[in-house]
């Protein structure tokens, strides 16, 4: 049996897959610790899995950006600065306290989020195996999306999304760079070497393969798992169930790792008010209901809620396409309305919409109209709905959780093999 240290990014989408990951293979009989803030710490040990804390003397970089500056420019300019820093700090403080840390605690073997930049260097000082977990569309696939529904950008929003999309097996610009000064204060070579001089012994995303694009070739060590859910890892959530009123139900979310556009549930109210459906929102757990008065009709509004029973319940989901959300979706066989804004989303957005499940509206200039045009459609045409169902047999099917742990397992055994 063996002992799994995790790096995992903080937010939920990262961090729920790899807390049932790491409970599936607890389950198998190993162990398995988690380095991060101490932030984490309840969250993780309230699922039985171990903890060890990162902390550091420096304080985090502030944030800039907020200043008065007089040109938009100037602010953006400072904002990608501010967001540099930030990432280059939690960098270096993992590759100064982990490497010891995991040392003092007879790691084996890392298992590593796959924008934990500083994963690869940490095994590569101690030796160990490690391998890379994608809990959305792996970042070497590409997450662009078709012109229809991705957001314009500007120069400056392009040059930050080149400059944060950046992850373990695609690291690029300004951080690459101080990543690569760090690596050789240690003896190591650059970054870009990795790959061939001490490489992960496998790459699992919990993208379903029913789900990604045709591809003629995948590296050896690549694996689609499928959906990482555990639904014993959700917290009990109240709910007003007595206000479901049996009307056809709309879902609408956008997530938690960013603050939602408050208009778009304004425009998604007024379109579900229309057409006389039942709609009920999540905001992420990051506003209270009270931000959203106004509403038309009499939709329901909570900070969080218990996504997977609501899904159960919902007929048409409406969401940003976080991968997270779409995966539970397509679990229960639900057409969805995607509006994707940012990161992956438009990426996952492009493969719902050619599986037949999902329709892709962009973000921005949408209207009500359009909306209602969209739910019109899904529960006009009867096709939507036996996609969903078709996709929710594969992704059901795919067995992600055991599928991952296996080829863990095996990837190890064969590593100790060649040894």
Not at 380 to 389: E, F, K, S
């Amino acid at each position: 049996m063996s002992h799994f240290g995790v790096l995992s990014y903080k937010g939920a989408g990262h961090l729920n897959p790899l807390i049932a990951l790491a409970r599936e293979l607890v389950a198998r009989g190993h162990r398995v610790t988690f380095f991060q803030t101490a932030e984490l710490e309840e969250h993780v040990r309230l699922h039985g899995l171990e903890f060890c804390s990162i902390t550091s003397s420096a304080a985090r970089p502030a944030t800039s950006s907020r200043l008065a500056y007089r040109w938009k420019f100037m602010q953006e300019i400072v904002a990608l600065r501010d967001g540099i820093d930030r990432i280059v700090f939690d960098m270096e403080l993992f590759l100064r306290q982990v490497p010891p840390a995991m040392a003092g605690r007879g790691i084996d073997a890392i298992i590593m989020d796959e924008i934990a930049l500083a994963g690869p260097t940490v095994a590569e000082i101690l030796r160990l195996p490690y391998v890379v977990i994608s809990t959305s569309v792996p970042h070497n696939f590409g997450w662009d999306g078709p012109r229809s529904i991705a957001s314009r950008e500007t120069l400056i929003e392009r040059v930050q999304r080149e400059c944060h999309q950046v992850s373990v097996l695609r690291m690029r610009g300004p951080v690459r760079r101080r990543l690569d000064a760090l690596r050789r204060t240690v003896g190591l070579g650059p970054i870009g070497q990795v790959k061939r001089k001490f490489p992960e012994l496998a790459h699992i995303t919990q993208l379903p393969q029913c789900l990604d694009l045709p591809r003629t070739t995948l590296p050896y060590n690549f694996h689609y798992a499928g959906p990482l859910v555990d639904e014993a890892t959700r917290p009990a959530m109240d709910f007003p169930w007595g206000r479901l009123d049996g009307r056809t139900m709309v879902y609408a979310t956008f997530g938690t790792s960013r603050r939602s556009d408050l208009a778009l549930f304004h425009l998604i109210a007024e379109a579900c008010n229309e057409l006389c459906l039942q709609l009920v929102i999540s905001l992420g757990g990051r506003r209270g209901p009270e931000s959203l008065h106004g509403l038309p009709g009499d939709a329901i509004v909570v900070k969080a809620l218990p996504q997977l029973e609501i899904l159960k319940r919902a007929d048409i989901v409406i969401s940003h396409g976080g991968l997270n959300t779409a995966l539970e979706t397509l679990r229960e066989g639900k057409p969805t309305i995607v509006i994707p804004r940012a990161f992956d989303q438009p990426a996952v957005a492009a493969r719902l919409e050619r599986c037949g499940v999902a329709l892709a509206l962009p973000a921005k200039d949408l209207s009500a109209g359009a909306i209602r045009t969209a739910l019109h459609t899904l529960l006009g045409q009867p096709g939507y709905r036996d996609a969903a169902m078709r996709m929710k047999a594969a992704v059901c099917a795919s067995d992600g959780l055991a599928h991952a742990a296996d080829v863990i397992e095996l990837s190890l055994r064969r590593q100790g093999t060649r040894s």
